[in-house]
């Protein structure tokens, strides 16, 4: 079992974000897990044709990245981006690519996350993945109204506890 203080699922928008947030914070052991083989790896599967419209797309502390592409950016373009932010900070080298998360849960005051290269153990998770066409989400116990089991209840209760603790 690999132990870490952090990791994030997905590297995307959000995931990459964080993953800068953490490497500026100086974490320095922390993983981002990302499903695909490279950052920014839904929006390489869909997408071919896009512009984005709203020139809102950017990420923090970006260094000015976002002022090299134009107000409104193709799917390439995105992608370039993401990949030029993840070089401004050394995400790569903590990047996971082509590992798939299978199951999230809480162990005392860490987190087990169960992947498809073994069992990462972590302080604090973030959880980034993309969210258009996420199978879970339709027709999941959340859209329904079906109250989600007990144990469910208790994790999602756990993990906002441990987010408001990791601002503290």
């Known amino acids: 079992m690999t132990e870490l203080d952090a990791a994030v699922i997905g590297a995307g928008f959000a995931g990459l974000g964080a993953g800068a947030a953490l490497r500026q914070a100086g974490v320095q052991r922390f993983a981002l897990i990302e499903q695909g083989g490279d950052v920014g790896h839904f929006w390489s599967k869909t997408y071919d044709r896009i512009h984005l419209h709203s020139p809102w797309h950017d990420l923090p502390n970006d260094g000015g990245l976002i002022r090299r592409y134009p107000k409104f950016k193709s799917r390439d373009e995105l992608i370039r981006y993401f990949g030029e932010y993840a070089d401004r ?41 993309r969210s258009t066409g996420c199978r879970p989400c339709r027709g999941s116990r959340a859209a329904s109204s079906t109250p989600a089991p007990a144990s469910t209840r208790a994790s999602t209760a756990t993990a906002g506890r441990s987010r408001a603790g990791a601002r503290s």
């Open 89 to 129: 900070f050394d995400l790569r080298r903590s990047i996971r690519f082509n590992e798939r998360v299978a199951q999230v849960k809480r162990e005392g005051e860490r987190w087990r996350l169960d992947t498809s290269a073994g069992t990462i153990s972590v302080r604090y998770l973030a959880v980034a993945p």
